[in-house]
């Protein structure tokens, strides 16, 4: 499967952003999604992550209550909504597939996704 996202810019403290990534060649329904980012000097970390059938989510406790991802399978798309953004949400951020079991252990692992997007630059000013 290919992963494009899209949807980063420059936003100050406190704006939203929504991020989306949209799967081609393959069955998109198949794979659970995730998304990571890596901001300058850091590794890359897991943010959120959905389930196939869109009924199971899990956080990184830094964004938990501030970001939202959802998918819609119709139209082979994965979101990141994010309000209230902070400065140190400034990263770049990618999209993943896994075609493995979700659980909310497992599926933070970016080790265990297979597929990668090429990252959409958000940059949060204070």
């Known amino acids: 499967v290919q992963l494009q996202a899209s949807g980063g810019g420059l936003v100050q403290a406190g704006d939203s952003l929504r991020l989306s990534c949209l799967a081609s060649g393959r069955t998109f329904s198949q794979y659970n999604m995730g998304w990571f980012r890596q901001a300058p000097g850091k590794e890359r970390e897991f943010v959120a992550t959905?389930?196939?059938?869109?009924?199971?989510?899990k956080y990184a406790d830094s964004v938990k209550g501030r970001f939202t991802i959802s998918r819609d399978n119709a139209k082979n798309t994965v979101y990141l909504q994010m309000d209230s953004l902070k400065p140190e949400d400034t990263a770049v951020y990618y999209c993943a597939a896994d075609d493995g079991v979700w659980n909310p252990l497992r599926s933070t692992r970016e080790v265990l996704y297979d597929f990668w997007g090429q990252g959409t630059l958000v940059t949060v000013s204070s």
């Open positions: 959905i389930a196939r059938s869109a009924s199971l989510t």
